[in-house]
């Protein structure tokens, strides 16, 4: 790829976590009115209903995490410090993040079986994401050795 071409992807990507991070706080706002609507269009009682906001209100912040952590990882993308111990924490981060989500999606799913399908996809994503930052991981420590050795 080619650096205009380079540069254009992660412009478009930082773009996007910022449309993110706003849509985020949309979603802050409306959690417990949209929480209310749908319990009454499903029928469903509101004993449940403060845990169900919770478990979205926490699920909402751990999301921010993964947002801010995503654009700084972009930044070290930009900088061209991808294959470092700085790039290797905010994957770290992001996956960590992937797998709380999971835990509150898995809660959710008591409610709400669609939940379990978003939990899952968030397993899988942390593996993926686990499995990147490995990969990174031993890439910064070979380039470290190389930048020692010359």
């Given at each position: 790829?080619?650096?205009?071409?380079?540069?254009?992807?992660?412009?478009?990507?930082?773009?996007?976590?910022?449309?993110?991070?706003?849509?985020?706080?949309?979603?802050?706002?409306?959690?417990?009115?949209a929480t209310e609507r749908?319990?009454a269009y499903k029928g469903?009682?509101?004993?449940?209903?403060?845990?169900?906001?919770?478990?979205?209100?926490?699920?909402?912040?751990?999301?921010?995490?993964?947002?801010?952590?995503?654009?700084?990882?972009?930044?070290?993308?930009?900088?061209?410090?991808?294959?470092?111990?700085?790039?290797?924490?905010?994957?770290?981060?992001?996956?960590?993040?992937?797998?709380?989500?999971?835990?509150?999606?898995?809660?959710?799913?008591?409610?709400?079986?669609?939940?379990?399908?978003?939990?899952?996809?968030?397993?899988?994503?942390?593996?993926?994401?686990?499995?990147?930052?490995?990969?990174?991981?031993?890439?910064?420590?070979?380039?470290?050795?190389n930048d020692g050795t010359?």
């Amino acid at each position: 790829m080619n650096k205009s071409n380079e540069s254009f992807a992660i412009n478009v990507s930082a773009v996007l976590t910022v449309i993110i991070f706003l849509a985020l706080t949309m979603i802050a706002i409306v959690i417990p009115r949209a929480t209310e609507r749908y319990l009454a269009y499903k029928g469903m009682g509101t004993e449940h209903r403060t845990l169900i906001i919770i478990l979205l209100y926490i699920s909402d912040m751990i999301a921010y995490v993964a947002d801010i952590a995503l654009f700084k990882l972009l930044k070290d993308v930009k900088t061209g410090e991808v294959f470092s111990a700085k790039s290797v924490s905010k994957l770290t981060m992001l996956s960590a993040c992937c797998f709380a989500e999971a835990v509150c999606y898995a809660a959710l799913a008591s409610f709400f079986i669609f939940s379990a399908a978003i939990a899952f996809a968030a397993i899988f994503m942390g593996a993926v994401l686990s499995v990147v930052r490995n990969v990174i991981a031993k890439a910064a420590e070979i380039k470290e050795e190389n930048d020692g050795t010359i």
